[in-house]
């Protein structure tokens, strides 16, 4: 029997029928990879119930404390069931992605039995016109209570039911199977008073350390050595009350482009991440005419354990806000905002404690805490509150090489969060084995329609790639923008030092661009190829052919000497803002992107 870590009991106060507090995951599976070229149901049950007997926190249970008045335990359940917890269906015709993506919609929105370990996984068939997805393929959602996992501790449950190869050599070893006596209501009575008293020094401790970070972190906000991000952002459909219906869907990029473009800006692949999402929602917003002149703001979740050390929470997540800058068209200047965004909100993360705010949510009994949680959901206050966080976005890595599960080899993944109220949106990046896929999960009231919003999500990528190649290919690196003045100029003093028998020749290679014209007084205009290509008119080649000729004709005629030495070479006014061409930063790639789009 274990008790419940502050942030695993805040999930389990958190717990509303409005806003359930479980993760998930969608994986695709390919049976032909199997031994025998398919995989019965009997065979991926004996799979789970053989691998999670030997993780004890699936087979837990709650068990909550007389009156509410402490933290919950985690008890083994000697009843276990594992085939309660797996569930078998089927798509019906066709079994098109659309299809999965409405089911997989219903059963994330159910909330989970919290009288029985905090777990479900359904086995669905049917996956039979799903594109870049082989006939017979199948696919396992699984969900479980954020109590259980956070993002990176997720990787456990992946790794119990998934193996390296397609036909591991069995298991021989006997595992033992430990199972808890239910405690007492006495006992938990007295384990309770004990505890009171515990957490009231602990809690006296905390504050004397809170108010030290704190005092630190203000003076470090007061000498401008720590960024504080910006929460007055504006408040857009997704900041509006959470129901309990959910909608989802995905996109799919090569991971190899992904990395590219971020070669190109000197960025991280969650910089990329966060610039998608943010044209994405950009786009969205944009076509229902709702998209503001301020940029939107999200939350990231943060990974403590790389920052505070390991503990034996299940839980160990922190998250910091930052803008996207949705307000930036261009695809590479919202990369290069964001980026900074994210430098600013990592140096704010580790050096404030308010990114442990989760924590005021579990450190007080069930008792206080969940009637407060369902006032404020039951009533909307979310409404009222001036921190206007459009979302969630989150970024894990998988792994870089293929998982089987049953023998069937995994050949998608897509990650699924939760929703709170007044963050109507989740996006979760899972990159593993060449491609990343970004799934949205969003309130059905606020989206119901998400492949609207996925198709800006590709649009944005389409952009950014567009936007890479041009870097390659040195559009980027032009000097100016400003197209050259109509005007007849002179031709340059060299090309007249010739004899007048080859000034017929010399009037063939005039059809060359004019030098640089003064600069304009009015701002620069944006050049495209096209406009490049219309740079030297036919009015100022004709202008500057027939003052070639002139001048040729001119010094022909005086000129007795066998050479003429040139005039000294006129100084050339350079245009306000240009320079010398730009070396291309980005490197060199293959840039012919495949269509892994399921749909």
């Known amino acids: ?83 309660f917890h797996i569930r078998h269906i089927a798509l019906p015709k066709p079994g098109d992605w659309r299809q999965l993506c409405i089911l997989v919609s219903r059963l994330h929105a159910r909330p989970l039995d919290m009288t029985r370990p905090l777990w479900e996984a359904y086995i669905i068939e049917g996956l039979d016109n799903i594109v870049d997805v082989p006939k017979g393929a199948f696919a396992i959602y699984t969900k479980m209570h954020h109590s259980l996992v956070d993002g990176a501790g997720g990787a456990s449950f992946m790794s119990a039911i998934h193996d390296l190869e397609p036909d591991p050599k069995p298991d021989t070893s006997r595992t033992t199977i430990m199972v808890d006596t239910p405690p007492s209501a006495g006992y938990l009575a007295a384990a309770t008073a004990v505890n009171q008293v515990k957490n009231t020094f602990s809690m006296a401790k905390g504050a004397v350390g809170l108010a030290k970070d704190i005092g630190k972190f203000a003076l470090g906000v007061a000498r401008k050595e720590i960024p504080v991000p910006s929460i007055n952002s504006p408040k857009t459909r997704f900041n509006t009350p959470v129901g309990p219906y959910r909608a989802f869907d995905a996109a799919e990029f090569p991971l190899d482009e992904i990395k590219a473009i971020k070669n190109a800006v000197g960025c991280k692949i969650n910089d990329v991440v966060l610039a998608i999402v943010a044209g994405g929602m950009r786009g969205y917003l944009e076509s229902i005419g709702e998209l503001p002149e301020e940029s939107l703001a999200v939350s990231v979740p943060l990974n403590m354990r790389t920052r505070r050390g390991v503990t034996d929470d299940n839980n160990q997540i922190g998250s910091v806000f930052l803008d996207v800058h949705t307000n930036i068209k261009d695809p590479i200047e919202r990369i290069k905002a964001v980026m900074k965004s994210a430098d600013e909100a990592k140096s704010y993360g580790e050096a404030s404690p308010l ?245």
């Not at 009997?42 to 999670?52: D, H, P, S, T, W």
């Not at 909550?64 to 009843?79: E, H, I, S």
């Not at 998982?403 to 979760?428: E, H, Q």
């Open 1 to 83: 029997m274990k008790q419940l870590g502050i942030i695993d009991s805040a999930f389990v106060n958190l717990e509303h029928p409005l806003t359930p507090q479980h993760i998930g995951g969608l994986g695709i599976y390919d049976q032909s990879t199997a031994p025998e070229g398919k995989v019965r149901f009997k065979g991926v049950i004996a799979n789970f119930e053989q691998r999670l007997m030997k993780q004890p926190i699936f087979r837990s249970r709650l068990v909550k404390t007389p009156g509410n008045l402490d933290r919950p335990y985690w008890v083994q359940d000697a009843n276990f069931d594992v085939e």
């Open 355 to 599: 990114v442990d705010v989760l924590k005021v949510t579990g450190m007080f009994s069930p008792a206080l805490t969940k009637p407060l949680i369902n006032m404020y959901i039951d009533n909307q206050l979310c409404k009222h509150v001036p921190a206007n966080i459009s979302g969630v976005v989150s970024n894990v890595a998988g792994p870089p090489f293929p998982l089987y599960s049953a023998g069937a080899k995994m050949v998608r993944y897509y990650g699924m969060g939760l929703l709170t109220p007044g963050m109507g949106m989740f996006n979760l990046a899972f990159s593993s084995s060449g491609l990343l896929t970004l799934s949205v999960l969003a309130d059905r009231d606020t989206m119901n329609d998400p492949s609207v919003y996925v198709g800006f999500l590709y649009e944005t990528f389409e952009e950014m790639k567009e936007a890479a190649s041009k870097l390659a290919a040195g559009e980027a690196a032009k000097p100016s923008n400003v197209k050259p003045l109509v005007q007849a100029k002179p031709a340059p003093k060299k090309r007249v030092a010739a004899s007048a028998k080859g000034a017929a020749t010399e009037n063939k290679k005039v059809a060359k661009p004019a030098p640089k014209a003064p600069p304009r007084k009015a701002k620069a205009v944006k050049s495209s190829a096209s406009k490049r290509k219309q740079a030297s008119p036919s009015e100022l080649d004709n202008a500057y052919v027939a003052a070639t000729e002139a001048k040729a004709a001119a010094v022909a005629k005086t000129a007795e000497r066998p050479k003429t030495k040139p005039a000294p070479k006129a100084p050339v006014q350079k245009v306000k803002g240009s320079g010398q061409a730009v070396s291309s930063i980005f490197a060199e790639s293959d840039d012919k992107r495949k269509d892994n789009a399921l749909h």
